[in-house]
């Protein structure tokens, strides 16, 4: 939500206007938001009598008895836009598919749109209130790791356009987000370990605690979901201690610069070299994975000038190794970082601002790495992974159709997926040549966040 205060002055040739907006949002931490004792959500819609919700399949699949029930229960009549899934549905066309339902549906000014999903929907949704009759309410609800900690943190909302990542977009803030970790449990493990390395990065260079609970919980952060499958109620603490600080984190770095005008930010560790990377390899990297990768390799570029200790660096590689993240690929090369600074460069005002860990918990910024440097610390790294499990590979590296689900002429895209091989490391990779198509129309060359 946002407020403006502007003043207009005369100058000799004309007017003057100048005006501050005010932009307030809240959050709430609420496990089982849909359970009918839980009031919170169906308050914000009382005045209304109605919700207009957008959600993606998966999430319809998993959760739309479970709100409809809820909505029920509360007398409010429930109208639910159900979205694609994957990257590619990260357009136009399904913004535009959520705007006429919108018109459909007859949204009244200053009634909010619920948003239920991952970091794809939100986006995609928000940027549909962003730009609907200039500017509309809606209220989130992520339902992943990466979502619950760093989507929904921000206020970007965007979708994909002309073969670029986020290129459309707004700075659209919700009226509240409700951060519901108890969606985790029904998210595959894949998509949870993306999320851990979102927070061993703000961790490891801004909270040192939480880097030390990620470091003592990790294997069992991981298969119970963040303590949300099964009953272990020291994982669930410890997870509930990490998301609460990894939030307030990012919130504390970013909010001081939401509209992104400071360069110079610590929650871009590992988002140097991976833009580029990630959609490097024939089937694309998953986005935990390529910053991971990044961020190994700038801890190992940060060792190699004493801002870590030996102890840091293994302690930070060991964690990595130990959450199934990837810390190195084959097209990691030289090649590549030179590509990948270049393109940096662009976006960093000609600057390289490279966030490496120093000491561990908190951050120095790099911008004088010569080309040199580069190159022996990669030929380093890439030696020092390799004494690592799987030499430095991670578990389920690589996009599947969890992350695309679209169809191909009709056919699921797991049927396209017959080229699927899993190598010696046991990595999956799909190699379809139909796939791949998908893959790179769904992937293009652009950025991810
Ligand atoms: N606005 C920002 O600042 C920001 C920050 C980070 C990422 N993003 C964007 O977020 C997108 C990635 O989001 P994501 O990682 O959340 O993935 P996603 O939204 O694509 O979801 C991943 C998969 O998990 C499924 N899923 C979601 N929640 C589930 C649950 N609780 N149980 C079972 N399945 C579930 C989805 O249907 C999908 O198949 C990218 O497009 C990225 O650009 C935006
Ligand atoms: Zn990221």
């Not at 669930?236 to 307030?248: C, H, L, Q, T």
């Not at 599947?400 to 990595?427: C, F, L, Q, R, W």
Request: hydrophobic share 35%; aromatic share 8%; glycine share 8%.
């Amino acid at each position: 939500m946002s407020d403006l205060k502007a003043s207009v002055v005369e100058t000799n040739n004309g007017f003057h206007v100048e005006g501050y907006e005010k932009i307030e949002y809240d959050f709430t931490f609420l496990d089982n938001v849909f359970n009918v004792e839980n009031t919170q959500l169906s308050k914000c819609y009382e005045r209304w009598g109605r919700c207009l919700a957008i959600m993606d399949l998966n999430i319809f699949n998993l959760y739309g008895d479970e709100m409809q029930k809820y909505f029920d229960h509360h007398g409010l009549e429930l109208r639910i836009h159900k979205t694609k899934i994957g990257e590619k549905a990260k357009s136009m066309d399904t913004l535009l598919s959520i705007v006429d339902t919108m018109t459909d549906f007859g949204i009244i000014r200053k009634e909010p749109v619920l948003v239920v999903g991952g970091g794809l929907v939100t986006d995609v949704a928000g940027f549909a209130c962003a730009a609907y009759r200039r500017t509309t309410n809606y209220i989130r609800i992520p339902t992943t790791v990466i979502g619950l900690i760093d989507a929904s943190v921000s206020i970007k909302v965007a979708v994909n356009y002309g073969n670029y990542k986020n290129r459309l977009g707004a700075y659209h803030a919700p009226m509240h987000t409700f951060l519901d970790f108890g969606f985790l449990r029904t998210l595959p493990e894949a998509q949870v370990r993306n999320g851990f390395a979102e927070l061993i990065k703000i961790s490891s260079c801004g909270h040192l605690p939480t880097f030390d609970l990620l470091d003592k919980f990790c294997e069992r952060l991981i298969s119970t979901h963040f303590g949300r499958l099964g009953d272990d109620s020291e994982c669930r603490e410890a997870a509930d201690k990490i998301n609460r600080a990894g939030i307030f984190e990012m919130l504390k770095l970013e909010t001081p610069n939401l509209h992104e005008i400071g360069l110079d930010r610590v929650i871009a560790y590992g988002h140097t070299w991976s833009p580029l990377h990630e959609l490097t390899p024939e089937v694309p990297l998953r986005h935990g994975h390529a910053i991971s990768i990044d961020m190994a390799y700038s801890a190992t570029l940060a060792n190699g000038r004493g801002l870590m200790t030996d102890d840091e660096h293994h302690r930070l590689l060991n964690l990595f190794s130990r959450a199934g993240l990837s810390m190195d690929h084959e097209d990691f090369n030289e090649d590549i970082l030179d590509k990948a600074t270049k393109a940096i460069l662009k976006t960093r005002d000609g600057k390289l601002r490279a966030a490496v860990p120093n000491p561990l918990g908190s951050c120095t910024f790099l911008n004088d790495v010569s080309t040199e440097e580069m190159a022996k610390a990669l030929r380093r790294h890439k030696e020092i992974v390799k004494k690592y499990p799987r030499e430095g590979l991670g578990l389920e590296a690589f996009v599947d159709a969890s992350d695309t689900g679209y169809t191909m002429n009709n056919t699921p895209v797991e049927k396209v997926m017959n080229g699927h091989k899993t190598t010696s490391n046991g990595i999956e990779s799909a190699r379809g040549d139909e796939l791949r198509e998908v893959m790179a129309n769904g992937y293009p060359n652009g950025h991810k966040n």
